[in-house]
């Protein structure tokens, strides 16, 4: 009996380039799980869920609704503290969309590289809450760039939650495309504001450089 216990638990390979991704057995969904922080993504082709938490960032999960290939990035634009980004608006602008670019092709490339066709893609946003004052406008930005994103590409948005004020815990199954998702009314503790503040403080620091382009 333990062995069979242990086999079942045993979590089958993930793709190449998710090693650096934290894996584990989801005993309540009994399923393989990878969690991700943000900056991170992940794709699966086969029967496992992906979660995350989620503050100011978005979470686009993308899925081929055929052959069950899909995933789920976190992300948030850059945009500096007095909102007006590195040099200006104009600049913030452009930089902040070739960002968001950059999250959401990687993603959908790798769900295409595995066998996913862009026609039969769909997709389900959370997060962009408004968390902190300093911030009041990046929750807003991430969800207005997701949007226009999806619709310039074609994807169909099936539903999600985003906006107000509250962190979001999200479960995404890119198998059957069913997604869960949990509002966080009372956070005990800082560590989905400290992780967002240091991502947001790493982006700005370490500007994207070169393009991704969706084949």
């Known amino acids: 009996m333990s062995v069979q216990l242990h086999r079942r ?9 998710f090693g650096a991704i934290n894996r584990y057995w989801d005993t309540v969904h009994d399923m393989p799980a990878a969690k991700i ?19 100011s960032c978005v979470s686009a999960c993308i899925r081929d609704r055929v052959f069950g290939i ?6 948030m634009l850059p945009i500096s503290m007095d909102g007006k980004g590195w040099g200006g608006v104009a600049d913030m602008t452009s930089t902040a969309t070739r960002y968001g670019n950059f999250a959401m092709e990687h993603m959908i490339n790798d769900i295409l590289k595995h066998g996913g066709h862009k026609r ?37 948005l099936l ?26 009314k009372h956070l005990h503790n800082d560590t989905i ?4 503040n240091d991502y947001r403080s790493e982006i700005t620091q370490h500007p994207l450089t070169g393009d991704v382009e969706l084949f």
């Not at 638990?9 to 380039?17: D, N, V």
């Not at 899909?70 to 992300?75: A, D, I, K, Q, T």
């Not at 539903?159 to 966080?184: E, N, Q």
């Open 9 to 17: 638990h045993a979590l089958p390979p993930s793709l190449p380039g």
């Open 37 to 55: 922080l943000p900056g991170e993504y992940y794709v699966t082709t086969g029967k496992e869920l992906v979660t995350t938490v989620l503050g």
């Open 70 to 75: 899909g995933g789920m990035n976190h992300f």
């Open 120 to 156: 039969h893609l769909e997709a389900k946003v959370f997060g962009g809450g408004k968390m902190m004052d300093a911030l009041s406008d990046v929750g807003a930005k991430n969800i207005e760039f997701v949007r226009e994103y999806l619709e310039l590409e074609g994807i169909p």
């Open 159 to 184: 539903g999600g939650d985003v906006g107000d004020i509250f962190p979001r815990k999200v479960i995404y199954i890119p198998s059957t495309g069913k997604a869960l998702m949990k509002r966080i």
């Open 193 to 196: 504001l400290r992780r967002e």
